[in-house]
């Protein structure tokens, strides 16, 4: 019955290949991470590939996109220069794991497309700025949106002050992916509708407790959730305690 389920929701791509959560790699290559798998709504594959804390790759229609690419991160490494070059690099922010030149250098070719915010462009003397409620058409059948991204608890507001730092919501051939960035429940949520699949950080004092993403999960209502950014928070009872909401959660390696 479960496998059913499985392949019911697949026609509606937002779940992986029938009767798998994940996808591992068959051989030792440039991926060995763990792979998920959605369709767009002309029937489009695209695959999110769980690198390292917020650093996220994915693949559509032959274009290679990157979120927060990092090298290194505590005791991980990703090996960049093992991975095709990106079309599309966004980056939300400042910090060192978000923002790393070294990956972004190995990541470009001629034709790639750094999208990040003010600060970012500033420090690295390139690429495309966009502003809290800026929209860009990124290229047929794809849009980013910049959203607000930053903390509102008291003694937290230094760490990501409003205005300074982006999420994105990316919108592939339909299929609407909202990337928070490092945020907390901000009232801005709100006014973000309609997403198929989000990326919540978990990791207090800088992003937000597990009872604040729970929150925000409840007000975005995301078909599919990934808590990212989480560290050694425990995100382990999510999937449980949004069950009863008919918010898929997932957890993977985002630590």
Known sequence: ??????????????????????????????????????????????????????????????????????????????????????????????????????????????????????????????????????????????????????NITEGRTQFHPAGRDNGYILTIDGLRVYIAGDTEDIPEMASIKDIDIAFLPCNQPYTMTTDQLLKAARIIRPKVLFPYHYGQTDVTKLPAQLQADGIDVRIRHYE
Do not use: W
């Open 1 to 150: 019955m479960r496998k059913i389920l499985t392949c019911l929701l697949a026609t509606l791509g937002l779940t992986t290949a029938c009767g798998q959560q994940s996808q591992k790699p068959q051989a030792a290559d440039a991926d060995t991470y763990e792979v998920d798998v959605f369709k767009t709504k002309s029937g489009k594959t695209v695959k999110f590939h769980a690198l390292v804390h917020a650093s996220i790759r994915m693949e559509y229609d032959g274009k290679e996109i990157q979120i927060d690419p990092v090298t290194k991160l505590g005791n991980k490494t990703i090996d960049y220069s093992a991975m095709p070059k990106a079309n599309y690099i966004f980056v939300t922010h400042e910090h060192g794991d978000h923002f790393d030149k070294e990956a972004i250098r190995l990541l470009s070719a001629d034709g790639t497309r750094l999208v990040t915010n003010r600060r970012c462009a500033d420090m690295l003397g390139s690429g495309e700025v966009m502003a809290n409620g800026d929209k860009m058409q990124i290229a047929d059948g794809f849009t980013v949106e910049a959203v607000p991204a930053y």
